[in-house]
């Protein structure tokens, strides 16, 4: 490292003024002074000090923007396929149904995602009410498929044990469950449970309310109306019924044979005149340009 003099200490030998008899003599190499000595050093120190800190090279940067684009894509790909976790009930399976509990804030346990907020209000405010006046209780699971039981049956019953272990808990309980992939449902409960609604409103639920409405994939309907006749059944109230043959009929896309003849019918007349007009119209262009001549 060479020495560094303040600007004022060289300023003195910088400007030193040459003599005439040095001017008038011939050039001869003349050994250099002290001053100019020190001021090579100078300009190497300086030159390598700049050199310590070099720029970075094309292919350097290029590299360092394919890294950071690396890592960008490697945070990008973690966040959209790893498992997000949600509280509530968004995303439960009917394992996470099972361990849950029952409800404490609402009436439905809803998994598959189909309930609009009316219906869930509707439901509070009907079961809140029905709960309030008979102390019976009744739960709504919707699920979008079954794995551990082979129908809705099953998994009713096996939440209404897990939810409820004792029969003195389970007694004014009911478990409605409505899977909807497989488009049925199924209602259980304690015994008073039963004993209240009757075999024939639950066999009827099951079979009219939740299946047909389900199949049409009214799932709101579907719930509500099963809560209406649940209810009713335990008021003592006239049943308000299932859905009607008309809700759920599906017109056909196949013609009867009388609509089948009859467009038949048309169909010919109309091609046959096509073809006539095909055959008349440039014959009788050719009679009159030949009658012409």
Known sequence: MGTIFPPHSLSPLLNIKPSPSRILLAPSPQPKSNSLFCSKPIVSSLRKNQTLSPKPSSGTSWLAHAQQGLAALAISLA????????????????????????????????????????????????????????????????????????????????????????????????????????KEGAVTGGPAFVEAVGEKIL??????????????????????????????????????????????????????????????????LVVGGLLVIAFVVPMAQYYAYVSKK
């Open 79 to 182: 966040l959209n396929f790893s498992p997000v976790l949600f509280n509530g009930n968004a995303l439960a399976s009917e394992f996470d149904v099972l361990n849950e509990g029952p409800p404490k804030d609402s009436y439905v346990f809803d998994d598959a995602g189909v309930l609009s907020r009316v219906t869930r209000s509707d439901l509070k405010q009907l079961l809140s009410d029905l709960e309030s006046r008979k102390n019976f209780r009744i739960n709504f699971i919707t699920v979008r498929k079954l794995t551990s039981k082979a129908d809705a049956f099953e998994y009713a019953d096996q939440v209404l044990e897990r939810w409820y272990p004792s029969v003195e808990e389970g007694n004014k309980k009911g478990i409605v469950v409505l899977v909807t992939s497989q």
């Open 203 to 268: 066999d009827a639920t099951v079979s009219e309310n939740l299946p047909v409405l389900a199949t049409d994939e009214k799932y709101n309907e579907a719930i509500f109306s099963t809560a209406k006749r649940l209810a009713a059944a335990i008021d003592g109230l006239p049943d308000p019924g299932g859905p009607t043959v008309k809700d759920n009929k599906r017109e056909s896309n196949f013609k009867t044979k009388e609509e089948t003849e009859e467009k038949r019918g048309q169909f010919t």
